[in-house]
Antibody
């Protein structure tokens, strides 16, 4: 059974940093691209960032480019999101998401997002 | 803001059919496969349709997807109260080099 467990959410002040982690199990982690998708309370989905199976290709939404950094540890089956210079508009549930494609070879990071974690809430407020 | 446009809401009686449109451009839907996601109240999204019209294991055939040009459509037949949820389309945008989602559609069973 695929499981994705996010951690690291909480209340943080504007301008501060936060690091999210996702522990993955139940599938061959290093075969799949992984993503972070966020959802502000009561709002729609926003793709935040993705990383290829081998970390060769990473991508970011314009709204977080230069502030957020995605990374992964294929030995520990873990995904991370380092968030710097946080803003109130970054307040959202952050989901760790698995991509269905096995070892995608193109520059396209997102194919279909077949498993989602339960999400962790990040609140940016003073 | 969302790159893909969906109607805010659709509704129908139990047993009826609803269709949800997703409008994009040649740089996203027109060039890439589309997925659809269902988000029940208070839960994480779930993959409903991938590669325009394929269903993952366990998804009933009441759900179907199609694509024509730069638009995609999700159809739900035999509507049930358990279908009340938010539905999002999603794909890759080759120009933005990022994932994109639709604005979301709330399905209400009358």
């Amino acid at each position: 059974e695929v499981q994705l467990m996010e951690s690291g959410g909480g209340l943080v002040q504007p301008g501060w940093s936060q690091r999210l982690a996702c522990a993955a199990s139940g599938f061959t982690f290093d075969d799949h691209a992984m993503h972070w998708v966020r959802q502000a309370p009561g709002k729609g989905l926003e793709w935040v960032s993705g990383i290829s199976w081998n970390s060769d290709n990473v991508g970011y939404a314009d709204s977080v480019k230069g502030r957020f950094t995605i990374s992964r540890d294929n030995v520990k089956n873990s995904l991370f999101l380092q968030m710097n210079s946080l803003r109130p508009e970054d307040t959202a549930y952050y989901y760790c998401v698995k991509d269905a494609m096995v070892r995608g070879v193109t520059k396209r990071l997102v194919y279909s997002l077949d498993f989602w974690g339960q999400g962790t809430l990040v609140t940016v407020s003073s | 803001q969302s790159v893909l446009t969906q109607p805010p809401s659709v509704s129908a009686a139990p047993g009826q059919k609803v269709t949800i449109s997703c409008s994009g451009t040649s740089r996203n839907i027109g060039y890439n496969y589309v997925s659809w996601y269902q988000q029940l109240p208070g839960t994480a999204p779930k993959l409903l349709i991938y590669d325009n019209n394929k269903r993952p294991s366990g998804i009933p055939d009441r759900y179907s997807g199609s694509k024509s040009g730069a638009s995609a459509t999700l159809t739900i037949t035999g509507l049930q109260t358990g279908d009340e949820a938010d539905y999002y389309c999603g794909t890759w945008d080759s120009s933005l080099a990022g994932g994109v989602f639709g604005t979301g559609t709330t399905v209400t069973v009358l």
